[in-house]
């Protein structure tokens, strides 16, 4: 399994970004995909969930701002992130965690270290 993501880039506060994140040789009715970000000097937090279901799930942090899609033809998992504030700079990756029949939900409150497979992640600089 690979995860790659991209569409990473400086923006200034109030901007949008769309990061991708394509899988290989992972479908995403296998299990979980998650959205994470990680700032210098914080732990990794999760922002997004995607179940095996198709179902979503959104971090209080981002609701309302930041929304995840898929691709299922393309195996690609989008995260569009708009209202971009300066906390929201951080590194952001996807990961992935085999796990039939979870939802959102589920998938949202899994920590970082119940995740598998990790992309190398992309930067999201946002200034004030």
């Known amino acids: 399994v690979q995860l790659m993501e991209s569409g990473g880039g400086a923006v200034q506060s109030g901007g949008s970004l769309r990061l991708s994140c394509v899988a290989s040789r992972y479908t995403f009715t296998r299990g979980c995909m998650g959205w994470f970000r990680q700032a210098p000097g914080k732990e990794r937090e999760g922002g997004a969930g995607l179940g095996s279901d198709g179902t979503i799930s959104l971090a209080n942090s981002v609701k309302g701002r930041f929304t995840i899609s898929v691709d299922n033809a393309n195996n690609t998992l989008f995260l569009q992130g708009d209202s971009l504030k300066p906390e929201d700079t951080a590194m952001y990756y996807c990961?992935?965690?085999?796990?039939?029949?979870?939802?959102?939900?589920?998938?949202?409150?899994?920590?970082?270290?119940?995740?598998?497979?990790w992309g190398q992640g992309t930067q999201v600089t946002v200034s004030s």
């Open positions: 990961a992935a965690a085999p796990a039939y029949y979870k939802d959102g939900a589920f998938c949202l409150r899994l920590r970082p270290n119940e995740y598998n497979y």
